[in-house]
T-cell receptor, first 116, second 112 residues
Framework: EAGVAQSPRYKIIEKRQSVAFWCNPI?????LYWYQQILGQGPKLLIQ????????DSQLPKDRFSAERLKGVDSTLKIQPAKLEDSAVYLC??????????????FGEGSRLTVL | SQQGEEDPQALSIQEGENATMNCSYK?????LQWYRQNSGRGLVHLIL?????REKHSGRLRVTLDTSKKSSSLLITASRAADTASYFC????????????FGKGTLLTVNP
């Protein structure tokens, strides 16, 4: 079974530039998550999709971050314009069980962003 | 905001010893999960314990949950160098809130 695919693995940009990350979840997983992990900290949920609808985006900085999940499969996370504090690893995860009662999250390898 | 707080922040032990990590949380939960993250990689699920369970085992892992104290512990027995990683607890909220919220993690180093 293929895992969660993310790209690019690494990205270096200047502040005020834009960047986009792509995620392809495990086939059949209706729930998709984007987490931000700053060095030395735990992952922080940015946005959660159930199919192509947003379940939770309360911690997404909507003035600069946007995410979409067209057709309920792949997802993209965009940052425009980037700030220095956006330097982090952006982790995509998916799950089969939307209530997480019995299930778990499957994570991709992450996309490491450095903003100079 | 982060729900769980792991303790200690870092732990260094010798191969063969046991490693115990603790997690405290603040609000009611549906279940609690433990994940492992090797350096530069994604997180991998280890074990899930429901709010009505007190203890669970999986191979060399033992997890306990005390909902009255809002705390959990992860015990890794007979540790190996390959167990070196960061370990995170994550809580799934009670009620209709199914968001998975992670703590800051414990960095475990197992010396050969």
């Amino acid at each position: 079974e293929a895992g969660v695919a993310q790209s690019p693995r690494y990205k270096i940009i200047e502040k005020r530039q834009s960047v986009a990350f792509w995620c392809n979840p495990i086939s059949g997983h209706a729930t998709l998550y984007w987490y931000q992990q700053i060095l030395g900290q735990g992952p922080k949920l940015l946005i959660q999709f159930q199919n192509n609808g947003v379940v939770d985006d309360s911690q997404l900085p909507k003035d600069r971050f946007s995410a979409e999940r067209l057709k309920g499969v792949d997802s993209t996370l965009k940052i425009q314009p980037a700030k220095l504090e956006d330097s982090a690893v952006y982790l995509c995860a998916s799950s089969l069980d939307p209530r997480l009662n019995t299930g778990e999250l499957f994570f991709g390898e992450g996309s490491r962003l450095t903003v100079l | 905001s982060q729900q769980g707080e792991e303790d200690p922040q870092a732990l260094s032990i010798q191969e063969g010893e046991n490693a115990t990590m603790n997690c405290s949380y603040k609000t009611s939960i549906n279940n609690l999960q433990w994940y492992r993250q090797n350096s530069g990689r994604g997180l991998v699920h280890l074990i899930l314990i429901r709010s009505n369970e007190r203890e669970k085992h999986s191979g060399r892992l033992r997890v306990t949950l005390d909902t009255s104290k809002k705390s959990s512990s992860l015990l890794i027995t007979a540790s190996r160098a390959a167990d070196t990683a960061s370990y995170f607890c994550a809580t799934v909220g009670g009620g209709s809130n199914y968001k998975l919220t992670f703590g800051k993690g414990t960095l475990l180093t197992v010396n050969p």
